[in-house]
C-alpha cells in the first residue's frame, strides 16, 4: 500500500518527444508537489496544487504542464523534451496548515533524455 | 524569499563519530522545520520533524535536532555514526503563510567510513 506512487520508475526518450510521469497519494492529502532534483542532488520544488488547484509555479518553462484531475493525482507532462530536463523527478503530498503533516514522497523517476 | 541553507556540502565521517549537520533558513515567521534522509537511488524519507513545543526533537534511527529560534537554525545530530548512515541529508522548512511551499537545502552527503 504504497502512500505515493509514480509511474514510471524509469524513462528513457529521445530529444523533442513529449512524455508524461503519474503520481497518485491515497494519503487523502490535498496538497501535491512535483520536484526536480538536479545532477548535484538539489532539490527544486517545480509545481504545488492545492485541492486540484495550481498555487505554486517556480518560473518552470511552459513546456512543463501539470494536470491534477482530482486531489489524489497530479501528472506531469513535458513536451518538446530537452537536454537539461534529465533528472529525478520526484511528487510528494502533504496536509498543509497548522495541523499539518511532513511531506511524503514517491519513488521518483528517473528521467533520462538523449 | 523563504531559503535554507546547510552548511556542510560533504562530511567524511569514521564509524562511532558524533554528527552534526548545519541547517539555517531564512524566513521569520511560524515555521515547520524536517530533516529527509534520501539513502542512494531512493526516495527521501524522514528523519524528524519540528512543528511546536519541544525545540529539541527525536527522530528515527537515533537522530535529533534542535530548534533555535533565535539562531534560525535546526542542527541535526546523531552521537555515534554507523556505516548504513551514509546517504544525503536534507533539511527543510514550511510556513503557514507560503501556500504549503516546502523549501529545501542544498543537501549534505554524508560518507561514513567502517
Known amino acids: 500500500d504504497t502512500a505515493v506512487s509514480q509511474t514510471p520508475k524509469y524513462l528513457v526518450t529521445q530529444m523533442g518527444n513529449d512524455k508524461s510521469i503519474k503520481c497518485e497519494q491515497n494519503?487523502?492529502?490535498?496538497?501535491m508537489y512535483w520536484y526536480k532534483q538536479d545532477s548535484k542532488k538539489f532539490l527544486k520544488i517545480m509545481f504545488s496544487?492545492?485541492?486540484?488547484?495550481?498555487?505554486i509555479n517556480e518560473t518552470v518553462p511552459n513546456r512543463f504542464s501539470p494536470k491534477s484531475p482530482d486531489k489524489a493525482h497530479l501528472n506531469l507532462h513535458i513536451n518538446s523534451l530537452e537536454l537539461g530536463d534529465s533528472a529525478v523527478y520526484f511528487c510528494?503530498?502533504?496536509?498543509?496548515?497548522?495541523?499539518?503533516?511532513?511531506?511524503?514522497f514517491g519513488q521518483g523517476t528517473r528521467l533520462t533524455v538523449v | 524569499a523563504q531559503s535554507v541553507s546547510q552548511h556542510n556540502h560533504h562530511v567524511i565521517l569514521s564509524e562511532a563519530a558524533s554528527l552534526e549537520l548545519g541547517c539555517n533558513y531564512s524566513?521569520?515567521?511560524?515555521?515547520?522545520l524536517f530533516w529527509y534522509v534520501q539513502y542512494p537511488g531512493q526516495h527521501l524519507q524522514l528523519l524528524l520533524k519540528?512543528?511546536?513545543?519541544?525545540?529539541l526533537v527525536k527522530g528515527i534511527k537515533g537522530f535529533e535536532a534542535e530548534f533555535i529560534k533565535s539562531k534560525f537554525s535546526f542542527n541535526l545530530r546523531k552521537p555515534s555514526v554507523q556505516w548504513s548512515d551514509t546517504a544525503e541529508y536534507f533539511c527543510?522548512?514550511?510556513?503557514?503563510?507560503?501556500?504549503?511551499?516546502?523549501?529545501f537545502g542544498q543537501g549534505t552527503e554524508l560518507s561514513v567510513k567502517p
Open positions: 527543510a522548512v514550511t510556513s503557514y503563510n507560503q501556500g504549503g511551499k516546502l523549501i
Open positions: 524566513y521569520g515567521g511560524t515555521v515547520n
Open positions: 510528494a503530498s502533504r496536509k498543509p496548515g497548522q495541523g499539518g503533516t511532513e511531506a511524503f
Open positions: 496544487y492545492n485541492n486540484k488547484e495550481l498555487i
Open positions: 494519503l487523502g492529502h490535498d496538497t
Open positions: 519540528y512543528f511546536s513545543g519541544d525545540p
